[in-house]
């Protein structure tokens, strides 16, 4: 394997990381407004607030590789999404800020919510509709962004928007189970199975709109037919998450969330190589000098990652298992 290569599997799990990590803290944001009320919003919190800044350590993470091993990919999608990301970067300070401050008074606290949930919504609705404009491509010539401030704003980019944000919902609605009891969990057994209605209606939706408007990643599916176990591994796990719905077992609806999301990550990745910008730059084109990439591996490569990883993991270990049921977060 080349450093390229490397840091291009680096990057991938960084946003995957993302992804399903700070995912699931911002569907419990995004399902706050339907809480059966305040003590199980607390509890709710109880249930993220060991990890949700951490969380978004990933992002902080795969922008960073993306600077240091991508430079003129970073800079591409920078010069198109400077909007959305500057919206995005709000709606996660407007939802840490609300995290904390909302127990810290009584009369405003109506307030905060309001701007937890926000924060969430913008947060995921920005990162949702930035991938759906990567899907159907932005306008990009001899590596230069052409498409002006909005030109990465489309119905299609919108739709991918709405669709993680029922994808957010449902994977946190499947961390609730798992780590809440009593009216928590109830509520999220009562809001997944709409979720999951919701989130298959949003991919036929999806399906339909990419061959109507002829995406050209629709044709690497006829170029490299073995893509199909990709998305057969996902509906295996659209399966067992019904079947953890079915017979209430706590334990199997995250793990089977994360692995639609895992198939869904992992179909988009594929679809794309060797492109990092569809259909403009590849990996080899973006890729930083092999002088930077080694510079980057001694200090980065062997203690930055690993370290976050470790620390990650250790967190997770720790506050692993159900929250007790009268615990709440102060």
Avoid: H
């Avoid at 509709?129 to 159907?136: D, F, K, N, S």
């Avoid at 489309?154 to 946190?172: D, E, M």
């Avoid at 999301?261 to 930083?288: H, K």
């Avoid at 976050?308 to 159900?322: C, D, E, P, S």
Wanted: neutral net charge; charged residues 10%; proline residues 6%.
């Amino acid at each position: 394997m080349t450093l390229v290569d490397l840091w291009a599997a680096a990057l991938a799990l960084a946003l995957l990381l993302y992804v399903l990590l700070d995912g699931f803290d911002l569907g419990v944001g995004l399902l706050f407004p339907l809480a059966p009320g305040e003590p199980a919003r607390r509890r709710m919190l109880a249930a993220i607030s060991p990890v949700w800044d951490g969380n978004e350590t990933w992002l902080v993470v795969a922008g960073a590789t993306l600077f240091g091993a991508f430079p003129l990919v970073y800079a591409t999608l920078l010069s198109a999404f400077y909007l959305p990301v500057i919206a995005m970067l709000a709606g996660l300070i407007l939802r840490g800020v609300a995290f904390e401050f909302r127990y810290k008074t009584v009369r405003f606290r109506p307030l905060w919510d309001a701007g937890f949930v926000a924060g969430s919504v913008v947060a995921t609705l920005v990162q949702g509709t930035m991938v759906g404009a990567l899907v159907q491509g932005l306008p990009i010539v001899d590596g230069r962004y052409v498409g002006g401030p909005l030109g990465w704003l489309s119905p299609f980019a919108l739709l991918c928007g709405i669709g993680l944000c029922l994808g957010y919902a449902l994977i946190g609605a499947c961390w609730l189970i798992g780590k809440s009891e009593g009216e928590v969990r109830d509520f999220a057994y009562r809001v997944l199975p709409w979720l999951l209605a919701g989130l298959l209606a949003f991919l036929a939706a999806a399906f339909v709109y990419a061959v109507l408007i002829d995406l050209p990643v629709m044709r690497r599916w006829f170029e490299r037919p073995y893509l199909v176990a990709l998305p057969v591994l996902g509906v295996g796990a659209l399966a067992g998450l019904v079947r953890g719905i079915a017979v209430r077992n706590d334990r199997l609806p995250f793990p089977m969330a994360a692995v639609v999301f895992l198939a869904a990550f992992g179909t988009l990745a594929a679809s794309f190589l060797p492109y990092m910008v569809p259909f403009s730059i590849t990996i080899a084109e973006a890729a930083a000098p092999e002088s930077s990439l080694r510079f980057l591996f001694w200090g980065a490569g062997l203690f930055v990652f690993p370290l976050t990883l470790a620390y990650t993991a250790a967190v997770y270990f720790i506050f692993r298992g159900k929250v007790a049921g009268e615990a709440e977060y102060e």
